[in-house]
C-alpha cells in the first residue's frame, strides 16, 4: 500500500484506534452502512465478496456470513487479520463450495490476489468499508484491479457536505488525530502525521469507476455517509422495474444490481462438532 506507513509499521499500530473508536454520529453512520451492505448484497445475487480493509471483521464479515456467502478479508494489518480469522473460525463452515479465507495484502492488486487463492469470479463483489477507498494511495488503482477479475464494487464512505466533514473532525478527535480538514476540487481530506484520509467528491469517484467501465449507482445513508455501487454486467435496475418479493416493494429510489501475497492466507478453520 503506503510503503512508507506500512514500514513503520503504522496500520498495525493504529488499527484498533480506528475501528474501535465510536462517537455517537459513528455509531449511527455504522449502522446505516451495514444496513445498506445488506441489502446490496443481497439484491445483487453475490455469491463471494472480498473486503477491502477488513480489519479485525467486525465491519461487514457478519453481513457476508449472514447470507452463507464466500468471504475474503484483505488488510495490511497483520494483527487485524488474525483476529478476522479467529471470527471466520467460529461462524457456521457453509459449503466446501464457497471460499473463506483472510489474507494480509494490498486490495489494489485484487485480481492477483483471484488467481492466487483460486477466488471464484461468478457473483464477485469486492467491497471498500468505512472509507477505506479514503486511505488508499491511487484508489483508482482499486477499480481497475476489480474490472479485471472481473467484479464488482461497493464503494461506503463520507459525503463531502459540511456536516459530513463535522462527523469526521469529530470523529479523527476522538482517535486523538491532531490535524486538519482541508478541502479542495477532488474532496475533503485529513492529514495528521502518518494518518491521511481524504473523501473524495462524487463526482470524482464516479469518474473513476466510469472510467474502469462501470454502472454507477449512488446512494446516500444516514446523516453522512454515500455508497457507490460499480457494475459490470449492466446499470443497477431501478426500483420501478423490480420484481416484489416477499417482503414488498422495496422504498422508491433504490436499485438492485446486476448479479455479477506478502504472508500466507489465514483460511477459516471449520469449528468442532458437538
Excluded: K
Amino acid at each position: 500500500m503506503d510503503e512508507h506507513r506500512e514500514r513503520t509499521g503504522f496500520f498495525d499500530q493504529y488499527w484498533r484506534t480506528i475501528i474501535e473508536t465510536c462517537t455517537p454520529a459513528i455509531a449511527h453512520h455504522r449502522v446505516a452502512e451495514r444496513q445498506l451492505a445488506e441489502r446490496l448484497i443481497a439484491d445483487g445475487g453475490y455469491r463471494t465478496v472480498i473486503e477491502g480493509g477488513c480489519a479485525d471483521g467486525s465491519l461487514l464479515l457478519d453481513a457476508v456470513l449472514g447470507r452463507g456467502l464466500g468471504y475474503v478479508g484483505v488488510d495490511l494489518a497483520g494483527e487485524a487479520v488474525e483476529l478476522a480469522a479467529r471470527r471466520l473460525a467460529t461462524s457456521s463452515p457453509g459449503s466446501d463450495q464457497i471460499v473463506r479465507l483472510t489474507v494480509d495484502d494490498d486490495i489494489r492488486e485484487a485480481d492477483r490476489l483471484v488467481l492466487r487463492y483460486g477466488i471464484p469470479t461468478d457473483g464477485l463483489l469486492v467491497a471498500l468499508p468505512f472509507n477505506v477507498l479514503g486511505n488508499i494511495p491511487s484508489p483508482d488503482r482499486v477499480f481497475a484491479a476489480a474490472a479485471r477479475c472481473p467484479a464488482d464494487v461497493l464503494v461506503l464512505t463520507f459525503d463531502t457536505t459540511p456536516a459530513a466533514a463535522q462527523v469526521r473532525a469529530d470523529y479523527y478527535r476522538a482517535c486523538g488525530f491532531r490535524g486538519r480538514l482541508v478541502r479542495d476540487e477532488r474532496g475533503v481530506h485529513f492529514a495528521a502525521g502518518l494518518f491521511t484520509s481524504s473523501v473524495y467528491h462524487p463526482a470524482v469517484v464516479e469518474g473513476w469507476l466510469t472510467a474502469a467501465g462501470y454502472a454507477v449507482h449512488t446512494e446516500r445513508y444516514g446523516t453522512a455517509g454515500i455508497a457507490y455501487l460499480g457494475c459490470r454486467s449492466r446499470a443497477p435496475a431501478r426500483a420501478a422495474d423490480r420484481q416484489p418479493t416477499g417482503g414488498g416493494e422495496p422504498p422508491a429510489g433504490r436499485s438492485r444490481p446486476a448479479p455479477a501475497g506478502r504472508r500466507p492466507p489465514r483460511t477459516a478453520p471449520r469449528p468442532p462438532s458437538g
